[in-house]
């Protein structure tokens, strides 16, 4: 249940396939799903629940939409750097005119996740800091330099305390979830971008996530991409 500190009426919930905004009052967001806060002022309560919000529901892209003419504080600006995550910034002279399309859009095209962003969130949403090296080395989509300076062994032995994926699958996760923000693009697209056939990229999606390739293409944050793969890998089936 969401959490009664949160104050929901200062936030909107957009959940795939993205088209409106919820409200969200006692329901748990699936992976993929972006929680919005409007500020129509300076005030900074709904920067303080959408930080609240986040605490509970990890795996939800934040987003802020602002008034562009206000200026705003150094209390504002402090309340924003405690939102955890990789939050993206919309500016409107009407903040809650944005729509679903405007929203997404800043969702997607905020920085590509780096390696240290995702190993993080992994190490966190599993309880492993300690294995924040471990993470990076195998889920760095650049080359095996770090993870090859591993003995093999050791890595899956570690990683065994996130879930069943192997140093392998974890790589694998790593380059969909940097592919997660990519919009309207096809398989094929998708799949040359990393590096394989369109029959490995499918088998990939089926694997590590559980989804088809249009499930995929319709998740538009990478947040939600690596919640879906730490369920996966702890999952039994």
Not at 23 to 31: F, H, K, T, Y
Not at 65 to 86: C, E, I, K, P, Y
Not at 129 to 141: G, Q
């Amino acid at each position: 249940m969401l959490p009664a500190a949160c104050q929901i009426d200062l936030l909107r919930l957009l959940r795939p396939p993205y088209q409106c905004f919820d409200r969200s009052i006692g329901v748990i967001p699936e992976p993929g799903s972006v929680i919005v806060a409007t500020c129509d002022g300076d005030s900074v309560k709904p920067v303080e629940a959408l930080a609240r919000f986040l605490a509970a529901f990890r795996w939800c892209a934040p987003a802020l939409v602002v008034d562009s003419s206000v200026h705003h504080g150094a209390d504002f600006l402090s309340a924003t750097r405690q939102v955890r995550g990789q939050l993206a910034v919309l500016e409107r002279n009407r903040p809650h005119d944005v729509t679903p399309v405007e929203v997404i859009h800043a969702i997607r095209h905020r920085p590509p996740p780096d390696v240290q962003l995702l190993a993080q969130y992994v190490a966190r949403a599993s309880g492993n800091l300690a294995l924040l090296s471990d993470l990076v080395a195998v889920l760095d989509t650049s080359g095996y330099s770090q993870a090859q300076s591993r003995p093999a062994s050791t890595l899956r032995l570690h990683l065994r305390r996130v879930g069943r994926f192997s140093p392998i699958d974890w790589r694998r996760v790593g380059m969909l979830a940097s592919l997660a923000r990519v919009p309207d693009q096809s398989c094929e697209s998708l799949s040359a971008a990393a590096g394989v056939e369109a029959r490995t990229f499918r088998r990939w999606v089926r694997d590590m996530l559980h989804y088809g390739p249009q499930e995929f293409r319709a998740v538009a944050t990478w947040e939600g991409i690596l919640e879906r793969a730490i369920g996966i890998s702890q999952s039994t089936g």
